[in-house]
């Protein structure tokens, strides 16, 4: 959605592509792999134009996903194109619109680049106008926590100790003429304090009220919204079927080694990571869409919900909502469905209530990887946005967090398990993961100015390059192929006390 009071000084596409410590990035990558890139190798699939393809998965960051199409503006520079789609949150973002603009073999950036210089991210934070100054102040002043604190012990100080004066000069008026003038000032100012008091808790519970009945957000997220719905149906992606349909449409494929690979089984997909509250799982759109409708045709829901789904920071934004979920009493498919993805006696909501999906994956690449595949025709590429700080997360210890310090850390544990449990258990899938760094800016500072964008903008495109300088994609290869085999080995039945082989898990799952 364009903003027409759009600030003359906003950036537009051309200023980041042309910058001149991207155009080094360029300049690093020729001098490695010549000069139209063409000794770069990272995968066995290609297209009839030379492009090499690979799976994506993007974190989740907040606005720190600028850095994402930094980085995906080099990896589609030097011809890299992308299969299988992934991406929780701002990584939801990008994947979209990597999924949803032109053809598989076009380039997407620059066209990403056009939609990101026309949105006014300030207008992403649309809650009460209250509620919005506050959240500015919180984020952009980086004392606002001490001094909200300070002001409170204050505040709290002048309460009591006027309560206090109050009662002294009650007792000392029976003696002294000047204490019962004092006691009027005194209680002139207690009663001040108590307006003041009594004004701000109303307006606390007014504004609790407001955030209950909105499903516990500040933001109702309306406007991100209706900007990537417009997106969307500029690309003719107006429902589900169409978004499927573009994300598995291929040009002709071709492997590098015909004899003992082909390219006719491969398949592409896009996948947006959310988390649903009722339910109490992890959802992938537009994958499971017959959890919430029998057919396409039957209520049809808009992609662009899937992504609102994916970002949907709680507290932050409003959770989103999937209402008038057919009964599985009279849509027997509906129960099937569930009942395929979860478990017979999973209840089935009315309503669904989705928050950020990396609440529970903030970094999906699991769903890239399948058993059933020794040699991989292409890699499983990610891109991590690391907004720890070095200086403090490795060297503090427990007797120094804070209240917030203490609870973020236990929210990341949380958050972050899954997906780094299956890359504990299947390393060789680190090889293919960029980590962008950026923890000098705040994830959620949606009044970031222009200057910041763009160099976050350039940190992806210093972090994609520096990736494909050292990615090796013959050594992906082979370890990919040695895990899959030790893998393998692992599961083989093991002979009964019948003499029977028993089932592995993977038979058995077949």
Same mark, same amino acid.
């Given at each position: 959605m364009s903003d027409s009071n759009a600030n003359t000084s906003r950036k537009q596409p051309s200023d980041y592509i042309n910058h001149p410590e991207v155009q080094q990035c360029l300049k690093q990558l020729k001098k490695l792999f010549g000069e139209n890139y063409e000794s770069l190798l990272v995968s066995d699939t290609l297209d009839d134009e030379g492009h090499q393809y690979v799976n994506l998965v993007q974190k989740g960051g907040g606005v720190l996903g600028v850095a994402l199409v930094g980085y995906t503006y080099i990896l589609e520079t030097v011809g890299i194109r992308f299969l299988r789609l992934a991406g929780t949150s701002a990584g939801a973002i990008n994947t979209a619109m990597l999924a949803v603009i032109g053809k598989k073999q076009d380039a997407k950036s620059p066209k990403i680049l056009e939609y990101l210089s026309n949105l006014n991210f300030f207008k992403l934070v649309?809650? &009460?106008?209250?509620?919005?100054?506050?959240?500015?102040?919180?984020?952009?002043?980086?004392?606002?926590?001490?001094? +909200?604190?300070?002001? +409170?012990?204050?505040?709290?100080?002048?309460?009591?100790?006027?309560?206090?004066?109050?009662?002294?000069?009650?007792?000392?008026?029976?003696? &002294?003429? %000047?204490?019962?003038?004092?006691?009027?000032?005194?209680?002139?100012?207690?009663?001040?304090l108590f307006v003041i008091f009594a004004a701000l808790t109303g307006y606390t519970l007014y504004l609790y009220n407001r955030l209950k009945e909105s499903g516990y957000g500040i933001n109702p997220g309306n406007y991100f919204l209706e900007w990537m719905k417009q997106i969307m149906n500029e690309n003719e992606v107006t429902t589900v079927e169409a978004l499927n349909a573009k994300a598995a449409d291929l040009p002709t494929l071709k492997v590098r080694?015909?004899?003992?690979?082909?390219?006719?089984? +491969?398949?592409?997909?896009?996948?947006?990571?959310?988390?649903?509250?009722?339910?109490?799982?992890?959802?992938?759109?537009?994958?499971?869409?017959?959890?919430?409708?029998?057919? /396409?045709?039957?209520?049809?829901?808009?992609?662009?919900?899937?992504?609102?789904?994916?970002?949907?920071?709680?507290?932050f934004f409003e959770s989103y909502t999937i209402e008038n979920i057919p009964s599985p009493a009279t849509h027997p498919e509906i129960k099937n469905a569930w009942a395929n993805f979860f478990n017979e006696d999973v209840t089935i909501p009315a309503t669904a209530r989705f928050v950020d999906g990396g609440m529970l994956s903030d970094f999906p690449i699991n769903i890239f990887y399948n058993p059933k595949i020794i040699e991989p025709?292409?890699?499983?590429?990610?891109?991590?946005?690391?907004?720890?700080?070095?200086?403090?997360?490795?060297?503090a210890t427990p007797d120094s967090w804070s209240l917030m310090n203490y609870l973020g850390?236990?929210?990341?544990?949380?958050?972050? /398990? /899954?997906?780094?449990?299956?890359?504990?258990?299947?390393?060789?899938? @680190?090889?293919?993961?960029?980590?962008?760094?950026?923890?000098?800016?705040?994830?959620?500072?949606?009044?970031?100015?222009?200057?910041? @964008?763009?160099?976050?903008?350039?940190?992806?495109?210093?972090?994609?390059?520096?990736?494909?300088?050292?990615?090796? %994609?013959?050594? /992906?290869? @082979?370890?990919r192929i040695e895990m899959q085999r030790v893998l393998n080995e692992k599961q083989q039945p093991e002979t009964t006390a019948s003499g029977e082989p028993e089932r592995s898990f993977y038979s058995r799952k077949a």
């Open positions: 649309d809650g &009460h106008p209250v509620a919005q100054q506050l959240i500015k102040t919180f984020i952009t002043n980086k004392k606002f926590e001490k001094n +909200l604190v300070r002001y +409170l012990r204050i505040f709290g100080i002048l309460f009591f100790g006027s309560i206090f004066l109050d009662i002294l000069f009650v007792g000392l008026g029976h003696h &002294h003429g %000047w204490a019962r003038a004092a006691g009027m000032i005194s209680f002139l100012f207690t009663a001040i080694d015909p004899k003992n690979q082909n390219a006719s089984t +491969l398949t592409a997909d896009v996948t947006f990571i959310s988390a649903e509250l009722v339910s109490q799982n992890k959802v992938e759109l537009p994958r499971m869409y017959g959890l919430f409708r029998s057919n /396409y045709n039957d209520d049809p829901l808009h992609p662009a919900g899937f992504v609102r789904a994916s970002m949907s920071i709680p507290v025709r292409l890699p499983s590429f990610g891109i991590d946005l690391d907004d720890s700080d070095p200086r403090t997360d490795q060297t850390r236990m929210f990341n544990t949380i958050r972050f /398990y /899954y997906d780094k449990d299956f890359l504990i258990k299947n390393r060789v899938f @680190k090889k293919g993961i960029g980590s962008i760094p950026l923890s000098d800016f705040n994830w959620l500072n949606f009044f970031v100015s222009e200057d910041d @964008k763009m160099k976050m903008f350039i940190r992806g495109a210093q972090a994609a390059t520096g990736f494909l300088q050292s990615f090796k %994609w013959n050594d /992906y290869r @082979k370890e």
